[in-house]
């Protein structure tokens, strides 16, 4: 039963209930002591069998105050739930990819590959590795921040180097598939110990997912999750860069490239792959206004932003819901060691 109306925190007034579960619930709700500003705010039961939103909200501890990091604004426990009030943002990527017809233009996706790689070192410099990188992973934020991509979702996130002596953590084989087959690199598909690459290579993918429209290796018809992720696999391992890039600016096949061939515990020149982009960029001429194909699609209802918004918050809940995190055909989300 909703609890519309409720103050949690001494500050927070829940406005509208956009999804429950055993786990707890998620509302938008106004923070009084803030002009009324609106936030998304999470309640997780306290006894809940596999708690997330302490995690989460350590790690967004652990972000705060880089662009493109949703900002916590407060976290508490309460009688019976966990609670996090944190920055409302719009709709993600898969969202708006599929507003603009499910293809962004090279533009749309340069300045995409430029913030993806800029959110991902600052994440990588704080000592940990994503592993599920996908559209529905980033958002945009609202209004006037419509042009800033924000990282969200550290279910699977683990710590990959000491934090103090930056000494970085052991390789290990035999691994479960950890994060979306879709858009997995093939180490993480071979059963090795992911690293900073795998979330690199895991970008490349996305944009090639963006410009084109589709991956080679969807629906393909396989009997069975395993056998699923073993016939993608074996797409990735046949194909090359150059045939997964074709018919696209060499740039795409030379970034997956790199990334593919960085060894384990080797720190990425992201620079470099900032530099493949933005090179690209220049040479197209285009501008660096900060406005993305979403931001001009036509005939686009108002309200249809905050509807796509209040969808992607009820699949979080959804998700929350699940230890693998998401849909069988498409992904396999198996904590293998600790974070």
């Known amino acids: 039963m909703g609890q519309e109306g409720r103050t949690i925190g001494g500050r927070f007034l829940l406005t509208k209930m956009l999804g429950a579960g055993s786990f707890g619930q998620i509302y938008i709700a106004k923070d009084t002591k803030n002009c009324d500003r609106e936030v998304a705010l999470k309640l997780e039961v306290k006894d809940t069998k596999h708690p997330q939103l302490i995690y989460e909200a350590k790690l967004l501890k652990l972000l705060q105050g880089s662009p493109g990091v949703a900002e916590v604004y407060y976290f508490g426990v309460e009688t019976d739930y966990a609670v996090m009030a944190m920055e409302l943002m719009g709709p993600s990527l898969e969202d708006v990819f599929n507003l603009c017809r499910r293809k962004l233009s090279l533009k749309s996706t340069l300045m995409l590959a430029d913030q993806l790689l800029l959110r991902i070192e600052y994440f990588h410099s704080r000592h940990y590795i994503h592993r599920d990188i ?24 683990k710590k990959y180097r000491n934090p103090d002596t930056l000494v970085h953590g052991p390789y290990r084989e035999n691994k479960n598939l950890t994060g979306t087959a879709r858009y997995a690199s093939l180490n993480a598909h071979l059963g ?148």
């Open 192 to 339: 090795l110990e992911q690293s900073r690459r795998d979330d690199l290579e895991a970008i490349g993918f996305v944009l090639v997912y963006f410009l084109k429209g589709s991956l080679p290796w969807q629906g393909i018809k396989a009997d069975g999750k395993v056998d699923k992720y073993t016939a993608i696999m074996e797409k990735k391992l046949s194909m090359t860069f150059a045939e997964l890039c074709q018919g696209m600016p060499e740039e795409f096949a030379a970034y997956l490239t790199y990334t593919r061939n960085l060894e384990f515990d080797e720190e990425p020149d992201y620079r470099y792959l900032r530099w493949l982009f933005q090179s690209l960029f220049q040479r197209e001429g285009f501008q660096n206004d900060g406005c993305f194909d979403w931001n001009v699609v036509k005939h686009r209802p108002d309200v249809q932003v905050s509807e796509l918004r209040e969808a992607r918050l009820r699949r979080e809940v959804v998700g929350s819901q699940r230890t693998d995190r998401a849909p069988a055909d498409v992904v396999l989300s198996v904590r293998s060691g600790s974070h």
């Open 134 to 157: 996908k559209p529905d992973n980033f958002l945009i934020g609202r209004g006037q921040r419509s042009n800033i991509v924000y990282i969200i979702d550290f279910g699977l996130a």
